[in-house]
């Protein structure tokens, strides 16, 4: 069974503050993707990465998949309240099982004004 | 391109009942999966469907099963009813093999009391 560990579970930040979020497994993903969830939506995709060692940026927002495609991060540069929501790691399957997301559980984000 | 809808948006029913839940998949999109969101947690895989078929189970019971149609639209249906299948019901799509990302829908609120 594979499991991703999301951490921390919550963070509660001032505006301006910089911020990491971890997800780790002890399985290999054919890629990781990451999401953000509002209240009463369904996620949304922010990136995928899918080679080990990659590094992608969307703004203000860092992704890195590490080098052995278990873990991956997501930082943060200079929060703004808009960024407040879950944010989802999620892994795909390797080979023929990569329908298949293992969510972690989820890293609830507060930036406070 | 229109993105994923579900419904209906919320839904209360009683232990014992079925229930079937009904969403039309992303412009474009082969592939339709779902996934219940208990409270405080991340969502978890329950099947995907592709070619109208089931093509991938987690770990749920045979009372949840599914359809996919010619248009790529889906229905997931759960028999008997629990209190435990209280959650968020989730829908996405994607274009499979490639699978660089899933658009989820809004989800579909189930209450079992």
């Known amino acids: 069974t594979q499991l991703l560990e999301q951490s921390p579970q919550f963070l509660s930040i001032q505006e301006g503050e910089n911020l990491t979020v971890y997800c780790n497994s002890s399985?290999?993903?054919?890629?990781l993707q990451w999401y953000r969830q509002e209240p009463g939506e369904g996620p949304v995709l922010l990136v995928t990465?899918?080679?080990?060692?990659e590094v992608k940026k969307l703004k203000r927002l860092t992704f890195q998949f590490g080098d052995a495609r278990k873990d991956s991060s997501l930082h943060i540069t200079a929060a703004q309240p808009g960024d407040t929501g879950l944010y989802l790691c999620?892994?795909?399957?390797?080979?023929?099982?990569?329908?298949?997301?293992?969510f972690g559980k989820g890293t609830l984000l507060t930036v406070n004004p | 391109e229109t993105g994923v809808t579900q419904s209906p948006t919320h839904l209360i029913k009683t232990r014992g009942q079925q229930v079937t839940l009904r969403c039309s998949s992303q412009?474009?999109?082969?592939?339709v999966s779902w996934y219940q969101q208990a409270l405080g947690q991340g969502p978890q895989f329950i099947f995907q469907?592709?070619?109208?078929?089931?093509?991938g189970r987690g770990n749920f019971p045979p009372r949840f099963s599914g359809l996919q149609f010619p248009n790529y639209s889906s229905e997931l249906n759960v028999n008997a009813l629990e209190l435990d299948d209280s959650a968020l019901y989730l829908c996405?799509?994607?274009?499979?093999?490639?699978?660089?990302?899933?658009?989820f829908g809004s989800g579909t609120r189930l209450t079992v009391v």
């Open positions: 990465v899918v080679t080990g060692g």
């Open positions: 399985s290999v993903f054919s890629s």
């Open positions: 412009s474009g999109h082969n592939t």
């Open positions: 999620a892994g795909a399957g390797s080979g023929g099982s990569n329908y298949k997301l293992t």
């Open positions: 996405a799509s994607t274009h499979w093999p490639e699978n660089y990302g899933y658009t």
């Open positions: 469907y592709y070619r109208e078929e089931e093509n």
